[in-house]
């Protein structure tokens, strides 16, 4: 995968905020800071950052606390997957190699990753690369790309097409590839099945998740008031996760 996420302009303009938090080297293993739960090594949900957040601000956050209010068992894995993961095509590679594969070598019996604005597209660019092979996938006000949501708006994403596509991702494609991901759930319904979408109604991308709503299994679609902020985050992630933790177990 090669250079995903290349918005400059949302860069810059971060930066310009004096919000950047462009650390960490992508040749490096992606940081974690990993929060016990009450059974620990039974499961586990992965967090990916937003774009101006690492490992250490998620649990400074008090994300972990919030999974864990609503899902007091599950093991926590904060994720540092900062932007130059993204930038390189790390990101994913780095999922499997330092985060979900080594869980899955453990004996988790359930993996789960969530992750919110940048971060949510970092969970759909993993379910791309891996279709299938999380326990499921919780998508927090994500980000959903930029050129291809006017495509989808126009003609609906039934009959929206994504054109002639390199099996390769890369910078130019992620949003193409991943919408035809999406679009493939309706012939894949349990793939969809795995997945949460959770988005505050004030929230700067709710017309942009509205356009992924319709693909997501009846309940499992969480919007309330709210903005693009952990005043909204959190308590949603608490109660998505209550929600997740008491549903039946085979």
Known sequence: MKHPLPSLTLALTLCGMGACSFIGSPKDPVPTVKVAGTEPGRALVVVLPGFIYDADD??????ADAVHRGWPGADVMLVGATFPYYRTGQLVPQLEKNVIGPARAQGYREIWLAGGSMGGMGVLLYEWAHPGELTGIVLMSPFLGDDVLDEIREVGLADWQPGDLAPQMDGDNYERHVWNMIKGWRTHPELARRAWLVCGTED???????????????????ASPGGHNWAFWLPAAEDTFRRIASRPRD
């Open 204 to 222: 700067r991308l709710f017309e942009d998740v509205q356009l992924l709503a319709p693909e997501i299994p009846p309940g499992q679609y969480l």
């Open 58 to 63: 998620l649990r400074d956050e008090g994300v």
